[in-house]
Structures are given as structure tokens and as C-alpha cells.
């Protein structure tokens, strides 16, 4: 089975099924006439496919226990990713203090 970040395509399918029920439900909040109830039947739709999805898994838990392999190189990832957070919050600090917030100096003004 295909995993995207440790996710399989159902939770790929019923996210993509919520995003498209959000953006109806957006587009028929500003409809007129019985068009405007539609929002409330995408919604019980969604559910509904939601909860046969949810329900009716196309694996078994025994045949995904069979194939975990395990990250061994997590604690560097993990030492990497968190050196580059500090770093930013480095560069982002010295941004902060050298070019943002650096004064501007009032030049005097020139008498007649």
C-alpha cells in the first residue's frame, strides 16, 4: 500500500471530499431560493460518504502490522530540522534588529 507521509489514500480521498464540501457550501451561502438549503445537503452527503469510508476499510490492520518499517535515521532528521529552526529564528532576529528596525535620523532643515 502507498503511504504519503505515513497516510494512506483514504485520508487523502475524505479530505479532498471535506475541501470540496466547504468550498459548495461557500458558494451556496450566497444563493437565493431553495438553492440556498443545498449547503445542508452537501454536508449530510459528505457525511454520509464519510461514514461508509470510515467503515468499510479496504485493509485489513494484520496486513499493514506486516509491513512497518522503521525510520532509523529520526533523531538526526530530527537534530536537523532543529538546528535550521534556530538558525531562522537567528536570521530572522538579526533582520529584525539590523534592517527593519534600524533608526532613521531626522536631517535639520535648512534656514533662509
Known sequence: MALVLGLGGGIF?????WTLCIIL?????????????????VILLA???TIILI??????????????KYDDTIVGR??????TGI???VGLG???VFDVM?????????KH
Open 25 to 41: 457550501c461557500l458558494a451556496l451561502a450566497r444563493a437565493e431560493g431553495p438553492l440556498a438549503f443545498g449547503a445542508a445537503g
Open 102 to 110: 534600524e533608526p532613521i535620523y531626522a536631517k535639520p532643515l535648512k
Open 47 to 49: 457525511i454520509i460518504i
Open 94 to 96: 538579526a533582520y529584525a
Open 78 to 83: 530530527t537534530a536537523i530540522v532543529a538546528i
Open 55 to 68: 467503515f468499510l476499510p479496504l485493509t485489513t490492520p494484520e496486513d499493514v502490522r506486516a509491513d512497518i
Open 13 to 17: 480521498t475524505l479530505g479532498f471530499l
Open 87 to 89: 538558525f531562522l529564528l
